[in-house]
């Protein structure tokens, strides 16, 4: 990591903080938290911002099929709790039909919610989910966090914290603290994942979070880890 | 040595104390705290102060501060807050003002901030400006203040005399920190370098005193209670600086804080406080102890033991089942793992042992049975000890009754102790009967093996150890 830290990345997060700011949104957009992950070498899966139907086809047809889809919107944090999350689309038919099926569900749950678009982007492939997170602590400033992801994360809460900046001695004691690091040295026939990929994921959620104090916790959840690398499937940036 | 350690230094090596609120009734604690000074041999100037009595346990009394014809290194207060910031106004800081003599001052007596009251705040924030501006440095309010039994300053109304040795406490509760000497003392479990208790830690505070003492020869262990620190990143470069010179054991309540309830991120909802002083004590190499018990054996057994240079463990039993529960522990275990013996090594236990013995089943473990004499427990510990492969030794007995209960602890004393000073290898003993073999005990103890009932405990304090040596190789590098 270079002393000045990550210039362009800082000033692309600053840009978009002040966007949130300006709209009384505590949290960054989907596509605006991809962006900043992208500027700290954040690995996430292909894709981009679709504001309608015609760019949604066009974003799928670039990264191929099958694709996942999310609602992006100012209103909304949780977005699966509205039925904002689609995975699983096969084809150009099954994408129109689940753009008008999530602006239906979002309406129906949220029905002031704006929708600014949705997310479109590759849909991964079979791996370990992990969560790597930032949490801003008043006492020792930002602390980063690895785990067993998923959405059961808060029931096993099996996950490592250590404070940053983190060497990388402190990211190999995280990776062998947590219970579930059998999953990731290949259990019953899974490939052995990449530990490199993730732990420079673990490094680059360190340095975001250091670099940008209005940061008050980041999700990378899951991070799927593969034999291959990491790739962050789902990135939430709460601000300050 | 830097103005705060030296500032400190002059408090600790204090070579003359004045008590404000001495006593004259043997109920108080400003009586308590003269004769504790009594009890330990304090051998400096004592001044009590009280207008109303000519002397108290032989000392003259003063009626105030500014009377003592003599140089005053620390002042002790036993007053009400009231009375209290009254006398550091009037008196205090106008000696120090003349005489420029006391380096600091112990505040015994409590009634601020914690009583949670706008007046008990108040009144502390005046105390500390008070002597802030005049240049001296407050311990306390509310608190035990401080023990160093090499210059014998003792400020405590609890601690009486005590044997000197390698651990030194830092308390941010008085009576937690009084409560584990006191624990320790039946049997000399551990010897007594330096106390200090801060109470509501107005001024000097956890990390300058933890820094002072990371620099003392004397102190081995650091035996640390910890309810919280302000400034994380100072807390975290002098708790590194600590951890490289001493073994500091931590017992830091707040396990069942939870995470902020209204968080908005997965991270945000497990990410307790406790979390995050779990990773700051890993990261800095301090020896977190998560129960009261496993706090108190860790410091007692650091004091004594040797370090531990690896984490291969061979466990030695007479005692089946208390070798099994032993090992369960060890298998489960993320810092230690069992020994493997050399054949050499088997061969020889094999020999040495009954036939009824098991050797190297599993790997690292050796049940004698009940078919051991004075010598075998020797020559046993001695062989698993010279092994190369092993790091450290787990022994675990149920005495058997034909067996006096000395010779047994002598023989595997002595063999513990035969091993060269470089690299001698820590041995902790289980011995199972209690209180019941408490003769047994006191020969271990005694020749510097620490003694437990439970395997539990003992693997305890041997993880721990373990522990130390990674935190070590890690700052080593």
Same mark, same amino acid.
Not at chain 2, 152 to 178: E, H, M, P, W
Not at chain 2, 318 to 343: D, N
Not at chain 2, 347 to 360: E, I, M, N
């Given at each position: 990591m270079q002393c000045e830290g990550n210039v362009d990345g800082r000033e692309l997060f600053l840009e978009h903080y002040k966007l949130a700011k300006r709209e009384h949104r505590n949290f960054l957009l989907e596509n605006e938290a991809a962006e900043v992950c992208r500027m700290y070498s954040i690995p996430l899966p292909d894709g981009g911002l679709a504001v309608d139907k015609a760019s949604a086809v066009l974003i799928a047809d670039g990264v191929g099929y099958p694709v996942v889809m999310k609602v992006v919107s100012p209103e909304i944090i949780h977005k699966s709790d509205v039925g904002g999350v689609r995975v699983g689309i096969h084809s150009k038919e099954q994408l129109v039909e689940a753009y008008d099926s999530i602006i239906d569900s979002v309406k129906k749950h949220q029905s002031t919610a704006e929708v600014r678009g949705f997310v479109v982007a590759k849909m991964a492939g079979k791996g370990v989910e992990t969560i790597v997170g930032l949490k801003r602590d008043a006492v020792f400033g930002s602390a980063v966090m690895f785990g067993i992801g998923g959405i059961f994360v808060e029931v096993y809460k099996d996950v490592s914290f250590r404070v940053c900046p983190v060497r990388n001695g402190d990211i190999e004691e995280m990776l062998g603290e947590i219970r579930g690091r059998v999953l990731l040295e290949g259990f019953r026939g899974m490939p052995k994942v990449n530990m490199d990929a993730l732990k420079k994921v673990i490094m680059a959620v360190c340095s975001l979070g250091m670099e940008n104090p209005e940061v008050s916790s980041v999700d990378l959840n899951p991070v799927l880890a593969t034999g291959e690398g990491a790739l962050a499937l789902d990135a939430r940036i709460i601000l300050q | 040595?830097?103005?705060?350690?030296?500032?400190?230094?002059?408090?600790?090596?204090?070579?003359?104390?004045?008590?404000?609120?001495?006593?004259?009734?043997?109920?108080?604690?400003?009586?308590?705290?003269?004769?504790?000074?009594?009890?330990?041999?304090?051998?400096?100037?004592?001044?009590?102060?009280?207008?109303?009595?000519?002397?108290?346990?032989?000392?003259?009394?003063?009626?105030?501060?500014?009377?003592?014809?003599?140089?005053?290194?620390?002042?002790?207060?036993?007053?009400?807050?009231?009375?209290?910031?009254?006398?550091?106004?009037?008196?205090?800081?106008?000696?120090?003002?003349?005489?420029?003599?006391?380096?600091?001052?112990?505040?015994?007596?409590?009634?601020?901030?914690?009583?949670?009251?706008?007046?008990?705040?108040?009144?502390?924030?005046?105390?500390?400006?008070?002597?802030?501006?005049?240049?001296?440095?407050?311990?306390?309010?509310?608190?035990?203040?401080?023990?160093?039994?090499?210059?014998?300053?003792?400020?405590?109304?609890?601690?009486?005399?005590?044997?000197?040795?390698?651990?030194?406490?830092?308390?941010?509760?008085?009576?937690?920190?009084?409560?584990?000497?006191?624990?320790?003392?039946?049997?000399?479990?551990?010897?007594?370098?330096?106390?200090?208790?801060?109470?509501?830690?107005?001024?000097?505070?956890?990390? +300058?005193?933890?820094?002072? #003492?990371?620099?003392?020869?004397?102190?081995?262990?650091?035996?640390?209670?910890? /309810? &919280? !620190?302000? @400034?994380?990143?100072?807390?975290?470069?002098?708790?590194?600086?600590?951890?490289?010179?001493?073994?500091?054991?931590?017992?830091?309540?707040?396990?069942?804080?939870?995470?902020?309830?209204?968080?908005?991120?997965?991270?945000?909802?497990?990410?307790?406080?406790?979390?995050?002083?779990?990773?700051?004590?890993k990261q800095t190499g301090l020896i977190?102890?998560?129960?009261?018990?496993?706090?108190?054996?860790?410091?007692?057994?650091?004091?004594?033991?040797?370090?531990?240079?690896?984490?291969?463990?061979?466990?030695?039993?007479?005692?089946?089942?208390?070798?099994?529960?032993?090992?369960?522990?060890?298998?489960?275990?993320?810092?230690?793992?069992?020994?493997?013996?050399?054949? +050499?090594?088997?061969?020889? #236990?094999?020999?040495?042992?009954?036939?009824?013995?098991?050797?190297?089943?599993? /790997? &690292? !473990?050796? @049940?004698?049975?009940?078919?051991?004499?004075?010598?075998?427990?020797?020559?046993?510990?001695?062989?698993?000890?010279?092994?190369?492969?092993?790091?450290?030794?787990?022994?675990?007995?149920?005495?058997?009754?034909?067996?006096?209960?000395?010779?047994?602890?002598?023989?595997?004393?002595k063999a513990y102790n035969s091993q060269p000073p470089i690299g001698k290898k820590p041995v902790v003993a289980v011995v199972g009967f209690g209180d019941s073999a408490r003769e047994s005990k006191e020969v271990l103890e005694h020749e510097g093996i620490p003694t437990f009932d439970f395997p539990e405990s003992a693997f305890r304090v041997m993880n721990n150890l373990a522990k130390y040596h990674l935190y070590r190789e890690r700052f080593a590098n």
């Open positions: - | 040595m830097n103005e705060v350690s030296e500032t400190l230094e002059r408090i600790f090596k204090a070579r003359s104390i004045a008590v404000v609120g001495a006593s004259t009734d043997p109920t108080k604690p400003g009586h308590e705290i003269l004769k504790n000074m009594i009890h330990i041999g304090y051998k400096g100037s004592v001044f009590p102060i009280n207008p109303n009595a000519d002397s108290i346990l032989n000392f003259k009394c003063y009626p105030r501060l500014l009377d003592i014809p003599e140089p005053i290194d620390l002042v002790v207060f036993v007053l009400p807050p009231n009375l209290t910031l009254k006398i550091v106004e009037e008196e205090l800081v106008e000696r120090k003002r003349k005489f420029g003599d006391t380096a600091g001052v112990v505040m015994v007596g409590g009634g601020f901030r914690e009583t949670g009251t706008r007046e008990g705040e108040e009144n502390e924030n005046r105390l500390k400006q008070l002597l802030r501006s005049a240049g001296i440095r407050l311990i306390g309010p509310n608190c035990q203040g401080i023990i160093d039994t090499t210059s014998r300053v003792n400020t405590t109304f609890d601690i009486g005399d005590y044997k000197k040795g390698a651990v030194s406490v830092i308390t941010q509760s008085g009576a937690l920190g009084c409560s584990f000497l006191m624990w320790a003392k039946f049997n000399e479990l551990i010897g007594l370098d330096r106390f200090v208790s801060f109470g509501n830690m107005a001024d000097v505070d956890v990390a +300058e005193v933890l820094e002072h #003492l990371a620099g003392v020869p004397s102190t081995k262990v650091i035996w640390v209670y910890l /309810e &919280g !620190y302000a @400034d994380g990143k100072r807390f975290m470069e002098v708790a590194r600086k600590a951890s490289s010179r001493k073994l500091v054991v931590v017992l830091k309540p707040g396990k069942t804080q939870l995470g902020a309830t209204a968080a908005f991120s997965h991270t945000g909802a497990i990410a307790g406080e406790d979390q995050i002083w779990d990773a700051v004590f977190r102890a998560y129960s009261l018990q496993e706090f108190y054996d860790t410091t007692r057994a650091f004091e004594k033991l040797p370090v531990i240079n690896g984490n291969r463990i061979a466990v030695l039993t007479v005692c089946g089942g208390l070798g099994t529960l032993c090992i369960e522990e060890i298998a489960v275990s993320h810092h230690l793992k069992m020994a493997c013996f050399s054949e +050499e090594t088997k061969q020889r #236990l094999r020999a040495l042992l009954a036939p009824t013995a098991s050797v190297g089943r599993p /790997e &690292g !473990y050796v @049940d004698t049975t009940g078919a051991v004499t004075e010598m075998t427990h020797y020559d046993a510990m001695r062989v698993a000890l010279e092994d190369e492969q092993v790091d450290g030794v787990i022994f675990l007995t149920t005495p058997p009754a034909f067996l006096p209960p000395r010779g047994w602890a002598e023989q595997l004393a």
